[in-house]
């Protein structure tokens, strides 16, 4: 996977459960779908853990480098471990990658620093997908990223950090 610079991560702070960062996008992109965002929102209720540390999700939007994308940075994850579940629609996979990062403060802002990987998998769509991590205590957030070959625009992905073991109810999830 490509290098992106401390720039490129949109997001910094505390995510709500269906915030969404999209690295290269404008604002011609299109938002998902009423059938897309419903989506997005049962899956981000599902497999939301009460305990857990939030996740994100949203539209991989194709960039100016060709990639279709989506990251998003949280600085609130307490060190420990955690299972990301994942879960992708409208593409065939999507390859999800949880690294820790370090941040740093200048006159201008705060910079991210990619760290250590502790998980990727690629997530056959219409699966949920298991990634145990553990967030060292040197860590000062987690960066989630989904990318995909499809170019279509339309795949959808979302990503929540739970306990460790934790068992959303799948029969409901349909």
Not at 100 to 111: L, V
């Amino acid at each position: 996977m490509p290098t992106r610079s401390p720039a490129r991560i949109a997001l910094v702070g505390t995510i709500v459960v269906t915030a969404l960062v999209v690295t290269g996008c404008s604002q011609n992109d299109p938002a998902p779908d009423h059938d897309g965002q419903a989506w997005l929102d049962r899956m981000s209720s599902e497999l939301s853990d009460a305990h857990g540390q939030g996740g994100a999700g949203g539209r991989l939007t194709v960039g100016d480098d060709g990639r279709a994308f989506a990251g998003a940075a949280q600085s609130s994850v307490s060190p420990g471990s955690y299972d990301v579940l994942a879960v992708c629609r409208s593409t065939a996979t999507v390859r999800i990658s949880v690294r820790a990062f370090t941040s740093t403060k200048d006159g201008e802002g705060e910079d991210l620093h990619p760290g250590k990987t502790l998980a990727a998998r690629d997530v056959p769509c219409g699966a949920t997908a298991r990634l145990p991590i553990t967030v060292d205590r040197r860590a000062d957030g987690i960066e989630l990223d989904a990318e995909t070959s499809d170019r279509s625009g339309r795949a959808l992905w979302s990503a929540q950090i739970t306990r460790r073991g934790w068992q959303p109810d799948l029969d409901r999830m349909g």
